[in-house]
Nanobody, 119 residues
Framework: QVQLVESGGGLIQPGGSLRLSCAAS????????MSWYRQAPGKERELVAR????????NYADSVKGRFTISRDNAKNTVYLQMNSLKPEDTAVYYC????????????WGQGTQVTVSS
């Protein structure tokens, strides 16, 4: 049974930091590109950051470059999102995603964790 369980969200003041975690199980974690998406009220879900498999190359949305860092620990089957210098516009539900492309594409989602940036 595939599971992606996010944690670490909460209420934080502008300028603060949070670290999100996503614990994966039920599939071979190291074979999958891992991503964080977010969805704010009334907006479409958007890609925040992605980290690939071998080599761990990353890419980020322009809005978070220099503030957010995605990383993965294949030994712990966990992906992280370190979020610094948080802004009110970062407020959203953050979702973990695992994807493996190929003849058959596998695409898994977590349930999401709320991040609220407000004073």
């Amino acid at each position: 049974q595939v599971q992606l369980v996010e944690s670490g969200g909460g209420l934080i003041q502008p300028g603060g930091s949070l670290r999100l975690s996503c614990a994966a199980s039920g599939f071979t974690f190291s074979y999958y590109a891992m991503s964080w998406y977010r969805q704010a009220p009334g907006k479409e879900r958007e890609l925040v950051a992605r980290i690939r498999t071998a080599g761990g190359s990353t890419n980020y949305a322009d809005s978070v470059k220099g503030r957010f860092t995605i990383s993965r620990d294949n030994a712990k089957n966990t992906v992280y999102l370190q979020m610094n210098s948080l802004k009110p516009e970062d407020t959203a539900v953050y979702y973990c995603n695992a994807r493996r492309a190929g003849l058959v594409e596998y695409d898994y989602w977590g349930q999401g964790t709320q991040v609220t940036v407000s004073s």
